[in-house]
T-cell receptor
Framework: EAGVAQSPRYKIIEKRQSVAFWCNPISGHATLYWYQQILGQGPKLLIQFQNNGVVDDSQLPKDRFSAERLKGVDSTLKIQPAKLEDSAVYLC?????????????????FGSGTRLTVV | DAKTTQPTSMDCAEGRAANLPCNHSTISGNEYVYWYRQIHSQGPQYIIHGLKNNETNEMASLIITEDRKSSTLILPHATLRDTAVYYCIVRPGSSNTGKLIFGQGTTLQVKP
């Protein structure tokens, strides 16, 4: 099956500029996640969607970051205005929502990410 | 915060078994142990998971101690392509959120 698609692969912008990232999850995956991975650290969840609704955005810096998932499929993550500390890899992932009575498998697939450099 | 602790880095000779430890002393009864790895310039990839029994698949084996406070991921015959950062994560089995909380992981360097 096709994986999680992300674009662009790399992006370099100046601080205070805006940038947008795009993600196409695996077909049929209801849940979509955006993670931020700063160099040398593990990924950190920014926002989670269930279909087109937000489940968790507690770690999203809402003064500058926004995300949407129109029609419950593709998603975009935007940063406006960007700061130097936003330099990171932005990973998109998707998963099947597991029934609570089922043993959890994985079904969790990450894209290769967008590497953002803010100068 | 991550509920697991792992060594920062490990080396392994090619062809030998790589044993990656993980401590999760505060694990709850309904939490599973998951392992992921992240090869350079790629997103994390699922390896294996378990609750309390040892598990094996085509990629690795997972050994969980009887008290469930620690586990070991075993790559039986490490290759150069196994060089990656390995993350140990505990996750509720019945959670609907699906969120993964990553620590810093263990950087495994497989050497010729």
């Amino acid at each position: 099956e096709a994986g999680v698609a992300q674009s662009p692969r790399y992006k370099i912008i100046e601080k205070r500029q805006s940038v947008a990232f795009w993600c196409n999850p695996i077909s049929g995956h209801a849940t979509l996640y955006w993670y931020q991975q700063i160099l040398g650290q593990g990924p950190k969840l920014l926002i989670q969607f269930q279909n087109n609704g937000v489940v968790d955005d507690s770690q999203l810096p809402k003064d500058r970051f926004s995300a949407e998932r129109l029609k419950g499929v593709d998603s975009t993550l935007k940063i406006q205005p960007a700061k130097l500390e936003d330099s990171a890899v932005y990973l998109c992932a998707s998963s099947l929502l597991r029934n609570t009575r089922q043993a959890p498998g994985d079904g969790y697939t990450f894209g290769s990410g967008t590497r953002l450099t803010v100068v | 915060d991550a509920k697991t602790t792992q060594p920062t880095s490990m080396d392994c000779a090619e062809g030998r078994a790589a044993n990656l430890p993980c401590n999760h002393s505060t694990i709850s009864g309904n939490e599973y142990v998951y392992w992921y790895r992240q090869i350079h310039s790629q997103g994390p990839q699922y390896i294996i998971h378990g609750l309390k029994n040892n598990e094996t698949n085509e990629m690795a084996s997972l050994i969980i101690t009887e008290d469930r406070k620690s586990s070991t991921l075993i790559l039986p015959h490490a290759t150069l392509r196994d060089t990656a950062v390995y993350y140990c994560i505990v996750r509720p089995g019945s959670s609907n959120t699906g969120k993964l909380i990553f620590g810093q992981g263990t950087t495994l360097q497989v050497k010729p």
